[in-house]
T-cell receptor, first 112, second 109 residues
Framework: KAGVTQTPRYLIKTRGQQVTLSCSPI?????VSWYQQTPGQGLQFLFE???????NKGNFPGRFSGRQFSNSRSEMNVSTLELGDSALYLC???????????FGPGTRLLVL | QKEVEQNSGPLSVPEGAIASLNCTYS??????FFWYRQYSGKSPELIMS??SNGDKEDGRFTAQLNKASQYVSLLIRDSQPSDSATYLC?????????WGAGTKLIIKP
């Protein structure tokens, strides 16, 4: 069974731009969670989607948004990029809410 | 504020020895506990999950859970250089998974 895939793997943007990241979960998994990871902050939870609905949200500004499609694929969007948004963005999928999460390879975003 | 705490390390262990990683959590209502391994520049990968008090063994790895004392640990027997990584502890405290900051483990040949 294929694992979680994320695209793109690497991205370079400039301040003020916006970016969209994509995540395809493991087949049959209906829940997708997004995390931001920076060297000094560890894993920071962004949001979780299940059946196209956001079920849980972390403590991030409104510039960070996401959605989930009927095939469980998910996208997250960051608008008006700031230097501090440079990070590894990880997507994790699980069968359902509150179940074991499996991570994709991540998208490494660099904001210049 | 619900928290999961881990010693950031680095924890240095000789090859072949037992590495012991610890994690404490603040909420007695926590239900499920997970250990992930993350190599530098890579994404976390699940090592083990544990739900009940006691020990759970999987190969060279043993997870130990003590809900009364609110800690969960991971033992790695016969440590290998390939075990050098950051180990993340995660605790399910509905409705969210709470993550520790991770312990960096270095296995010295």
């Amino acid at each position: 069974k294929a694992g979680v895939t994320q695209t793109p793997r690497y991205l370079i943007k400039t301040r003020g731009q916006q970016v969209t990241l994509s995540c395809s979960p493991i087949s049959g998994h209906r829940s997708v969670s997004w995390y931001q990871q920076t060297p000094g902050q560890g894993l920071q939870f962004l949001f979780e989607y299940f059946s196209e609905t956001q079920r849980n949200k972390g403590n991030f500004p409104g510039r960070f948004s996401g959605r989930q499609f009927s095939n469980s694929r998910s996208e997250m969007n960051v608008s008006t990029l700031e230097l501090g948004d440079s990070a590894l963005y990880l997507c994790a999928s699980s069968l359902g809410l509150l179940e074991t999460q499996y991570f994709g390879p991540g998208t490494r975003l660099l904001v210049l | 504020q619900k928290e999961v705490e881990q010693n950031s390390g680095p924890l240095s262990v000789p090859e072949g020895a037992i590495a012991s990683l610890n994690c404490t959590y603040s909420d007695r209502g926590s239900q499920s506990f997970f250990w992930y391994r993350q190599y530098s520049g890579k994404s976390p990968e699940l090592i083990m999950s544990i739900y009940s008090n006691g020990d759970k063994e999987d190969g060279r790895f043993t997870a130990q859970l003590n809900k009364a004392s609110q800690y969960v640990s991971l033992l790695i027997r016969d440590s290998q250089p390939s075990d050098s990584a950051t180990y993340l502890c995660a605790v399910l405290d509905p409705p969210q998974l709470i993550w520790g900051a991770g312990t960096k483990l270095i296995i010295k040949p």
